[in-house]
Structure formats: structure tokens, C-alpha cells
């Protein structure tokens, strides 16, 4: 039987059900793969029922800085064709991009997923920190259009490949966009 959370009324089959409780996010070590086995489920868990978009994104952010320590993570929203800083983990960036600017803008230009070994080989980079070395950026779309995107930035070069685009891209579909 279904039982209402005792704090926020959502419904679940758990016997006692706390949904809102402050959880902590289970940190793993090893490799990528498993790291993000680990995490799928538990972002899950914090997107599950959770319609407003901020917030998600903020929780998504949080999630993948506190599990892989990298330099920034965060979201750029589309808004009057620019994006727009969005919520973030990290040091402070640049507010806005315009599209096929950088490699935030080149991802949106392209809707594709786009990974950088080394930011300063990439025509264009947009050095919001100087202590980021390489960086992949991942479009969230909707109905077709690019939204925004997930930009991850780390401090060492060649930090991402396709286990972080596969992953990461899997992780960018569980997020709702009304
Ligand atoms: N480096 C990005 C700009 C955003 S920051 O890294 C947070 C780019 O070239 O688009």
C-alpha cells in the first residue's frame, strides 16, 4: 500500500516515508563507470517528483561537484537567444553567451555534446576561470531546441571522455523540462 510522506504528502510504498528528509549523497570512490552507477540512481532519487526546473538543476550540480570534486559544474539556460548563467557549483563565471561562442555556445550551435582535452587548443574558449584545463559541455534539448547546457570544467587537461559524455548525457535526460 501506498503510504503519503509525513512531511510533504507525496506517496511512496515505503513503509515509513520521509521524502523530504535531508539526505546525503552517498560518496564513492573507483572507477568512473562505477562512480556513475552509484550516482544515477541517487540523482534520480533527488529529481523524483520534483517539477521546477531550478531546482533540479541546483540539486544535479551540487551532486556531480560533490562526487567529483571538479572545478565548476553547473547550467546555462537559453534566454532571448544567449545563455544565461544558471544555477552552479564553482567558482564565479561569466553571465552570458552568445551562441556559437565558446564551447558553450559551439554546443549549443551544434545541440551535440562537445569535449575539450585541452580549453586552450579550442578556438574561442571563454576563460571564465584560469585554472580550468580541459572541459565538456553537454546541451539539454527540448521538442528539439537546445535549452541550455551543462558545462563541466576541471582543473587537470584531458579529464573527460565517453564514459563522462555517456553519463552525463543520461543524466541530462532525467531531468524534466516542462
Ligand atoms: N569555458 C566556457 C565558458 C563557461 S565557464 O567555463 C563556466 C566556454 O568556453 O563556453
Given at each position: 500500500m501506498k503510504k503519503l510522506c509525513a512531511l510533504c504528502g507525496k506517496t511512496s510504498a515505503a513503509l515509513l516515508y520521509l521524502c523530504c528528509m535531508a539526505e546525503d549523497l552517498t560518496i564513492i570512490t573507483?572507477?568512473?563507470?562505477?562512480?556513475?552507477r552509484s550516482l544515477i540512481p541517487q540523482i534520480k532519487g533527488l529529481l523524483d517528483g520534483e517539477?521546477?526546473?531550478?531546482?533540479?538543476?541546483a540539486n544535479v550540480s551540487a551532486a556531480l561537484k560533490e562526487q567529483f570534486g571538479w572545478l565548476w559544474v553547473g547550467f546555462y539556460l537559453?534566454?532571448?537567444?544567449?545563455?544565461?548563467?544558471?544555477p552552479f557549483q564553482g567558482p564565479?563565471?561569466?553571465?552570458?553567451?552568445?551562441k556559437g561562442r565558446g564551447v558553450c555556445g559551439a554546443a549549443w550551435q551544434n545541440a551535440?555534446?562537445?569535449?575539450?582535452?585541452?580549453?586552450?587548443k579550442f578556438p574561442g574558449h571563454i576563460a571564465c576561470s584560469s585554472?580550468?584545463?580541459?572541459?565538456?559541455?553537454?546541451?539539454?534539448?527540448?521538442?528539439?531546441?537546445?535549452?541550455?547546457v551543462l558545462d563541466v570544467d576541471a582543473t587537470e587537461l584531458d579529464q573527460f571522455d565517453e564514459t563522462d559524455r555517456t553519463n552525463l548525457e543520461q543524466i541530462i535526460l532525467l531531468i524534466p523540462i516542462s
Open positions: 573507483g572507477s568512473k563507470a562505477e562512480i556513475y517539477p521546477d526546473l531550478i531546482a533540479n538543476l537559453v534566454k532571448n537567444d544567449e545563455l544565461v548563467l544558471g564565479v563565471a561569466c553571465t552570458r553567451i552568445k551535440e555534446t562537445l569535449i575539450v582535452p585541452d580549453v586552450e585554472l580550468s584545463r580541459s572541459e565538456i559541455v553537454i546541451p539539454l534539448i527540448k521538442n528539439g531546441e537546445v535549452i541550455g
